[in-house]
């Protein structure tokens, strides 16, 4: 197939299968949110195979104007997401634009949920060494990173001018 040639329904259906085999395989993302859209992701492509291939068998014509449409999300030619963001409004939602704002919403809630859940993980997973260097430091063993940033560049100007003075 070349660049020019439009993609046939079978091929997109190969194309969704892969992409829905690529994010079961093991090792899967151990970032919490990662892992979660990789398995959106799997169900999605799924979902648009089986649904696309039922088109198929009682529509070709109608399978293929979709699979003219959908290029995949990262082909010049693919989904236009603003296109499609109308398309919902206007099909989905039913022109319910307050109906589209609470989904909006929702998609903010559930970001600043999974951002908050990553630095939190995160902070846990630097903790046992922000004590070690804390303790290290002659800080005790709450001092925050400041401090202890503060403390290592002291440090190593005495180390500095201790170098110097040897030479």
């Known amino acids: 197939m ?20 690529r994010t079961l395989v093991s090792p899967l993302p151990k970032q919490p949110a990662a892992m979660g859209w990789q398995a959106v992701a799997a169900a999605q492509a799924a979902g648009f195979a089986r649904t696309l291939h039922a088109l198929h068998q009682t529509d070709p014509a109608k399978a293929q104007e979709i699979t003219d449409w ?71 063993t709450g001092a925050p990173w400041d401090a202890i940033r503060d403390r290592a560049t002291e440090l190593a100007a005495i180390a500095d001018i201790v170098q110097e003075t040897t030479r």
Do not use: N, Y
């Open 70 to 140: 959908f290029q995949g999300p990262f082909e010049d030619e693919g989904p236009d997401p603003e296109e499609h963001t109308d398309w919902l409004e206007r099909v989905i939602a039913g022109g319910d634009l307050a109906l589209m704002e609470k989904w909006v919403e929702d998609g903010r809630d559930m970001a600043e949920s999974s951002l908050k859940a990553t630095e939190e993980r995160e902070a846990a997973q630097w903790e046992p060494l922000r004590l070690l260097l804390s303790k290290a430091l002659a800080l005790g």
């Open 2 to 21: 070349t660049d020019t040639d439009p993609q046939t329904t079978t091929q997109l259906l190969h194309e969704l299968g892969e992409l829905h085999t």
